[in-house]
């Protein structure tokens, strides 16, 4: 199956989040990975042809990674 450039930068993206959830301590991994996922999930009803808010969503969740990457942030809220 091709994918369009869009699917591939949330593909993409997913992977880099995974990625930046296992650069947590150990301690905390499951929690960002746990949001990671449910982030991702929350948002997979959206039609593939909704061009402008996937790339709306894409450009907010880029914002939020590089605050959350950041070392001095150490765990996050699931509440």
């Not at 699917?7 to 301590?25: N, P, T």
């Not at 009803?45 to 969740?61: A, C, D, K, M, Q």
Request: hydrophobic share 30%; net charge positive; aromatic share 14%.
């Amino acid at each position: 199956m091709a994918r369009s450039g869009l699917q591939k930068q949330v593909i993409q993206f997913y992977r880099r989040c995974l990625h930046g959830a296992k650069q947590k301590e150990k301690i905390y991994q499951p929690h960002w990975l746990e949001f990671v996922h449910t982030e991702f999930r929350r948002n997979q009803h959206i039609p593939r042809t909704e061009f402008f808010y996937i790339e709306h969503l894409l450009r907010v969740g880029q914002r939020r990674y590089e605050t959350y990457s950041r070392p001095e942030v150490k765990d996050i809220n699931l509440t």
